[in-house]
């Protein structure tokens, strides 16, 4: 730290030899850096304030029924948007600044000076915002903050009509489409109802009722085809074991008597072995009891006698005549169940079918209606929507939503508030002396001077022997008194200098002031 020290006021001692180098560049650097301030133009800002209302006594009664806009968002969005070049356009032509553009190069010029000129500013959790223009002309920027809030206001409450009116247009073209879809699906659902009719959902029965239905009779008709088919058997087996005729020595009987007795000794038999539900004992109940009734009908007509061969041989034995009968009727009754049987399974397959064409028919219509469901809920909230848009624009157009209020209105401002010529002033002079001392610095470093004998031995890598000191005579002691003097003299000089060029500009004399 010691070495370093030193090192540094030994660069001071060189630097010194350079002096009036520093002092005439730190003046020449002040005066032209002070004349140049004092002849910088005036710039005068003029102010406004404006509250932005956006509580309103409607918003809470209408909600649910309009569209709440962010009306907050839309104001900050408008300080974004109120330097785009449109609104600097309309801004220049407002105060007429556009009067003296000749070419769209002028034009931009105006344009690219109100971008530096005008400013806003709003306060954190208020919605009072600042707007402020700068000129050299002072009635020129009281109008540039009267046109700012103009457009402001105009723009602000613009955007949100014309982003009602391109909600409702948007709107209105949606419906429009999915108007022309709606009347499609309902012309396809229309013309598949009308191709389909017969196999539609709630058409021709519930086919599932109807087929357990068949499904039922069938299983009756194959019992009572079964039921025949074994009484036709047993009447077959019985026919077997009967005689067709008696001969002439033996006793007749009636027709039915004998075969009626035969059957309930049969019925004795199967009843030992099975009970009376039985399908063989209910057949042959069935056929005594048909015998019976054909034996009465016989008596009370009178016809019964016995029938002879027509040889001659024998008399024909009525019991088998009967039972030929009765197998005659077993057999076609046995045809009748089967068709029967036959017709149940067709309708059973037709139905299956048709179920399976009545469930494909159902598939699709559904597909059909939940398109048809979807189009249509769009459909109707578009409508609502719809309602909605033309209701929040009415309340728009009617009623104020956002209000604006003047808080403090531009104003003529009487001081200009730039340049700030003593803080400029202050920093050329700062300018003028670091720049002298560098410059000196910079003299020192090119012209360098051996002050110790420690720096001339670390760079010749020599051994020095010794030095010889300086021994002032009088003379030269009062000519560096003197020098030091008039050194100290152009600094105060040039403090003196800057004193008096602040002392004028409290009071307003600059040369600006003098040329106007």
Same mark, same amino acid.
């Given at each position: 730290?010691?070495?370093?020290?030193?090192?540094?006021?030994?660069?001071?001692?060189?630097?010194?030899?350079?002096?009036?180098?520093?002092?005439?560049?730190?003046?020449?650097?002040?005066?032209?850096?002070?004349?140049?301030?004092?002849?910088?133009?005036?710039?005068?800002?003029?102010?406004?304030?404006?509250?932005?209302?956006?509580?309103?006594?409607?918003?809470?009664?209408?909600?649910?029924?309009?569209?709440?806009?962010?009306?907050?968002?839309?104001?900050?969005?408008?300080?974004?948007?109120?330097?785009?070049?449109?609104?600097?356009?309309?801004?220049?032509?407002?105060?007429?600044?556009?009067?003296?553009?000749?070419?769209? =190069?002028? &034009?931009? *010029?105006?344009?690219?000076?109100? %971008?530096?000129? +005008?400013?806003? #500013?709003?306060? /954190? !959790?208020?919605? $009072?915002?600042?707007?402020?223009?700068?000129?050299?002309?002072?009635?020129?920027?009281?109008?540039?903050?009267?046109?700012?809030?103009?457009?402001?206001?105009?723009?602000?409450?613009?955007?949100?009509?014309?982003?009602?009116?391109?909600?409702?247009?948007?709107?209105?073209?949606?419906?429009?489409?999915?108007?022309?879809?709606?009347?499609?699906?309902?012309?396809?659902?229309?013309?598949?109802?009308?191709?389909?009719?017969?196999?539609?959902?709630?058409?021709?029965?519930?086919?599932?009722?109807?087929? =357990?239905? &068949?499904? *039922?009779?069938?299983?009756?008709? %194959?019992?009572? +085809?079964?039921? #025949?088919?074994? /009484? !036709?058997?047993? $009447?077959?087996?019985?026919?077997?074991?009967?005689?067709?005729?008696?001969?002439?020595?033996?006793?007749?009987?009636?027709?039915?008597?004998?075969?009626?007795?035969?059957?309930?000794?049969?019925?004795?038999?199967?009843?030992?072995?099975?009970?009376?539900?039985?399908?063989?004992?209910?057949?042959?109940?069935?056929?005594?009891?048909?015998?019976?009734?054909?034996?009465?009908?016989?008596?009370?007509?009178?016809?019964?006698?016995?029938?002879?061969?027509?040889?001659?041989?024998?008399?024909?034995?009525?019991?088998?005549?009967?039972?030929?009968?009765?197998?005659?009727?077993?057999?076609?009754?046995? #045809?009748?169940?089967?068709?029967?049987?036959?017709?149940?399974?067709?309708?059973?397959?037709?139905?299956?079918?048709?179920?399976?064409?009545?469930?494909?028919?159902?598939?699709?219509?559904?597909?059909?209606?939940?398109?048809?469901?979807?189009?249509?809920?769009?459909?109707?909230?578009?409508?609502?929507?719809?309602?909605?848009?033309?209701?929040?624009?009415?309340?728009?157009?009617?009623?104020?939503?956002?209000?604006?209020?003047?808080?403090?209105?531009?104003?003529?401002?009487?001081?200009?508030?730039?340049?700030?010529?003593?803080?400029?002033?202050?920093?050329?002079?700062?300018?003028?002396?670091?720049?002298?001392?560098?410059?000196?610095?910079?003299?020192?470093?090119?012209?360098?001077?051996?002050?110790?004998?420690?720096?001339?031995?670390?760079?010749?890598?020599?051994?020095?022997?010794?030095?010889?000191?300086?021994?002032?005579?009088?003379?030269?002691?009062?000519?560096?008194?003197?020098?030091?003097?008039?050194?100290?003299?152009?600094?105060?000089?040039?403090?003196?200098?800057?004193?008096?060029?602040?002392?004028?500009?409290?009071?307003?004399?600059?040369?600006?002031?003098?040329?106007?």
């Amino acid at each position: 730290m010691h070495e370093l020290l030193q090192q540094g006021l030994a660069y001071l001692k060189v630097a010194s030899r350079y002096k009036w180098w520093g002092v005439a560049t730190a003046w020449i650097i002040c005066l032209a850096g002070w004349a140049f301030v004092s002849q910088m133009p005036d710039q005068y800002k003029a102010e406004a304030k404006v509250y932005v209302d956006t509580r309103s006594i409607l918003r809470p009664l209408l909600h649910g029924l309009t569209i709440q806009p962010d009306v907050n968002a839309q104001v900050r969005l408008m300080t974004r948007l109120l330097f785009t070049r449109p609104n600097l356009e309309k801004i220049a032509r407002m105060t007429d600044l556009d009067l003296s553009a000749k070419d769209e =190069k002028a &034009m931009e *010029a105006i344009v690219n000076r109100l %971008k530096g000129s +005008l400013a806003i #500013a709003s306060a /954190r !959790r208020s919605n $009072i915002f600042t707007m402020s223009a700068e000129d050299s002309d002072p009635q020129l920027a009281k109008r540039l903050v009267q046109a700012m809030l103009t457009v402001f206001v105009e723009e602000a409450l613009g955007e949100a009509r014309r982003d009602s009116d391109t909600a409702q247009r948007f709107l209105d073209q949606q419906i429009r489409e999915y108007q022309r879809r709606l009347q499609a699906a309902e012309k396809a659902i229309e013309d598949f109802k009308r191709k389909n009719y017969g196999l539609l959902p709630g058409q021709g029965g519930d086919l599932y009722t109807e087929l =357990k239905d &068949m499904h *039922a009779k069938l299983e009756d008709a %194959k019992l009572a +085809l079964q039921e #025949a088919i074994d /009484r !036709r058997n047993e $009447i077959a087996r019985q026919l077997e074991d009967e005689e067709p005729v008696f001969d002439e020595f033996g006793q007749p009987i009636g027709p039915y008597e004998a075969r009626i007795q035969e059957l309930e000794a049969r019925l004795n038999e199967l009843l030992l072995k099975y009970t009376e539900r039985h399908p063989e004992v209910v057949t042959i109940k069935r056929t005594i009891a048909q015998l019976r009734r054909r034996q009465e009908q016989m008596l009370a007509d009178g016809t019964e006698e016995e029938a002879a061969f027509p040889g001659g041989e024998g008399t024909l034995n009525p019991i088998f005549q009967q039972m030929k009968i009765a197998l005659s009727e077993a057999e076609a009754n046995v #045809a009748s169940l089967q068709a029967r049987v036959k017709n149940y399974e067709r309708r059973i397959q037709k139905i299956q079918e048709e179920m399976d064409a009545r469930l494909r028919v159902e598939t699709e219509l559904k597909n059909l209606n939940r398109d048809y469901g979807t189009i249509k809920r769009n459909f109707e909230a578009l409508l609502a929507r719809r309602e909605q848009a033309r209701l929040s624009e009415s309340v728009e157009q009617n009623t104020d939503t956002v209000k604006f209020r003047i808080v403090d209105p531009p104003q003529v401002p009487s001081k200009p508030s730039a340049p700030n010529r003593i803080l400029l002033s202050a920093a050329v002079l700062g300018a003028g002396f670091a720049v002298g001392f560098g410059l000196t610095i910079l003299l020192a470093l090119l012209r360098p001077t051996f002050v110790t004998t420690q720096q001339l031995r670390e760079v010749v890598g020599l051994p020095v022997l010794g030095s010889v000191s300086m021994n002032w005579v009088d003379r030269v002691k009062r000519q560096k008194w003197r020098e030091f003097v008039q050194f100290c003299g152009a600094c105060a000089g040039l403090l003196l200098l800057f004193a008096g060029l602040i002392i004028m500009e409290i009071k307003g004399i600059n040369l600006y002031s003098i040329n106007i």
